[in-house]
């Protein structure tokens, strides 16, 4: 590679990143427009879902496990983040349409800003859910919060792969924002944000792996072991009960590699279908 050429793919680059950094903005400041508290509201929502699900799940749908408004919220968050991911990235490109039809630019940075815009709430929702552990279930401090890192970067690039799919797919084809609603409100109970992994054990038998085929099931779990920590608790009517996926570490990191070569191969296959199919996006939006 000459050096011009280098020169070109570093300017190319630092284009990208500045024009995804400005549409991530520009989300956040539509989103937050003549909105009195603003930006607190990303902080203040995930305050309420803790108080409430803490509320629901401690004093009228008692289920036995202890702080399940921990064990909920560690689920819910990377669910939230990539369900926002696709919902917003599904339609990135539609919403956008003027500016696709009119200004020549890099489309993939749309579905990408998609990404990036959840991600920016997940961040501080994370960080709200950071302090209410510090107060109140301080075992979620330790060593096993290490399995966040892969977690995350599984959950990433499947989100990013899928958006980008969608993206392309919703511009030809409308229906799809459409479908998509439907699906994610099914795949999230293909995910043990809600129930016990013990649950899942019980009704699949031999057949326990077939659960991890979903990418997002072994992020949500491993999510689940690095902060509510607790392997087993002790339920009513049925005593001491592993309640999460695993008790070491090794289950987690095998299902992530699973799960992160599947979510490679979507990345793969959302980036092809996008590049093919960008060609055509001002004639049919």
């Known amino acids: 590679m000459t050096a011009a050429t280098e020169a070109r793919a570093t300017a190319q680059s630092r284009l990208r990143w500045e024009l995804l950094v ?3 903005r520009k989300d956040l400041k539509v989103k937050y427009q003549s909105s009195a508290l603003g930006f607190v509201w990303s902080l203040a929502t995930p305050l309420l879902l803790l108080a409430v699900y803490y509320l629901v799940f401690s004093f009228i749908l008692r289920n036995g496990v202890p702080n399940f408004a921990v064990y909920l919220m560690a689920g819910l968050l990377p669910w939230n983040a990539f369900s926002s991911s696709l919902a917003f990235g ?3 490109v539609v919403g956008n349409a003027n500016l696709v039809k009119k200004v020549r630019f890099p489309t993939s940075v749309l579905p990408l800003s998609a990404v990036g815009y959840a991600a920016v709430h997940f961040v501080l929702q994370m960080g709200v859910f950071f302090v209410f552990l510090l107060f109140f279930h301080r075992a979620a401090f330790g060593p096993q ?9 599984v959950l990433i690039v499947f989100a990013t792969g899928l958006g980008m799919l969608v993206a392309a797919l919703t511009v030809r084809y409308r229906d799809v924002q459409h479908l998509l609603e439907v699906v994610l409100l099914a795949w999230f109970w293909l995910n043990p944000v809600i129930y016990g ?8 038998g031999d057949l326990y792996w077939l659960y991890f085929l979903n990418p997002m099931a072994g992020v949500i779990t491993a999510f689940q072991r690095a902060l509510y920590a607790n392997t087993d ?6 005593g001491p009960t592993q309640v999460l996926a695993y008790r070491g570490y090794k289950g987690y990191l095998i299902q992530l590699a699973v799960g992160g ?3 490679l191969v979507t990345f793969a ?3 092809t279908v996008f590049r093919r199919m960008r ?3 001002a004639e049919d939006l």
């Open 22 to 24: 400005g549409l991530v």
């Open 261 to 263: 070569a599947i979510a």
């Open 279 to 281: 060609g055509d996006f």
């Open 233 to 238: 608790v002790d339920l009513p009517g049925r």
């Open 269 to 271: 296959i959302g980036l």
């Open 145 to 153: 919060l290490v399995l966040l890192i892969p977690a995350l970067a």
């Open 90 to 92: 599904s339609g990135s």
């Open 197 to 204: 992994m013990f649950l899942v054990r019980e009704r699949l």
